[in-house]
């Protein structure tokens, strides 16, 4: 089956013109989201799917992808590193592989 064209909308493009293997579904019960990489600036774009669109989209062949973690805060990857400075870091680690 080949792929179905879709219309959307980058903020910094405007219309562009994708096929399905281009998006990426997000499904969440409070508002799902498609996802694509726009083919003009390469820009992330994420829209938000009503829900009637969600069954169209993937009977379409859009794939669902799991949502993005949001990147680490300063304070967050600080702390991440100071783990590594301490004295039973390597202890820890080998803890957690080894599972006890």
Known sequence: MSDAIVRATCPSCGDVVLSTSD???QLDPVGSRFLFACPSCGRPVSHQVPSGIVHILQAAGVEVVAPVSPPLSEVELAGFL????RPDCLDQ???LVSGA
């Not at 100071?82 to 400075?85: I, K, L, Q, R």
């Open 23 to 25: 998006l990426g579904l």
């Open 82 to 85: 100071a783990d590594f400075e």
């Open 93 to 95: 680690l080998r803890r």
